[in-house]
């Protein structure tokens, strides 16, 4: 196999001498699909010197968005120019037991956990002022929003969390949450939700918290992910059915790498409402609630959709049930079974 480029190189920011000492790899191709850094080729016993660059430029952005601090009034503006909030004044503002990045970054269980000015903020606003903040939010959106008594639960709280990339908040927050919401609005079953809370110097746990103080029966909580070295911008997506101080990873549901260059909204939001929904229906989240989003036969409305007689005669003769028709998240059920 000839291994040696022989041909003038295209403009990499490479010198002549160095483009001509470049031992190409054939793995390079794939690169073709994928940031994943392979098939780079070497100089010598070193990687070429381009490809060294891009790499220590991608671990310094990786550091700064770890480091960078989240910026709430921009956050904030963004959301209220993308229509998710009527004022900046909707948002909660909470923060964690970390009180900087240094403690944050040591310190990862109190990260988990509110300070005790966030406690109080809540207790306050699920007594009063929160369901007049969450009427002004949901009336924006239409007729499908119930405006709940102040003895209502909330059927979902959304927790905004820097985690270890403020970045990514900034960048996708917006943009998701204009696309979530607009699904939330147009499901068949109206969704009360309780009033958008940001959580700085927070890890995923700390969304339980703020969801059992809402009083709130699901929590989605949005974090900056861990950065890669060719995604220091990712948004993940955490649901928990019932919050509360205590649960595990495995209480949780997970969708992650969501941006531009990633997972982007639509996918995003379509697998959410999917978890969602079938969380609200039933009643749990985690390693029991599996992610059958990409079956679309599956994804339908359980109180109008059922499965047709054909479908439900062959899952009978498997399963020995009684004939007659099953909603489509009873067969989920089974399956899952």
Known sequence: MK????????NTGENASEKNSVIENPWRKLRDFTDARIGLG????????????????????????????????????????SGVLQSPEQAVLLHSQAEDRSVYLQRPDLGRRLDDHSISVLKEHSTSVLNKHSI?????????FSTASTQEAYDLAVVVVDGLSSLAIQQNTAPFLTELYAALEADTQPWNLAPITIVQQGRVAVGDEVGALLHARCVLLLVGERPGLSSPDSLGLYLTWAPKVGLTDAARNCISNVRKAGL????????????LKESRQLKLSG???????EEGDLILDSQSTQITQSEHSEHSEQTGLESGTKTANEKNFLVSD
């Open 3 to 10: 291994n040696v480029i022989d041909h003038p190189a295209k």
């Open 42 to 81: 070497r100089s010598g016993v070193s990687i070429p010197t381009k490809h060294l660059l891009e790499f220590q430029l991608a671990h310094a952005q990786a550091q700064d968005a770890v480091h960078l601090p989240l910026d709430t009034d921009d956050l904030t503006q963004s959301l209220c120019a």
């Open 136 to 144: 002004s939010v949901l009336s924006k959106h239409g007729s499908q």
């Open 264 to 275: 982007d909204y639509p996918d995003a939001v379509r697998k959410a409402m999917y978890l």
């Open 287 to 293: 390693v029991k609630l599996k992610d059958r989003s």
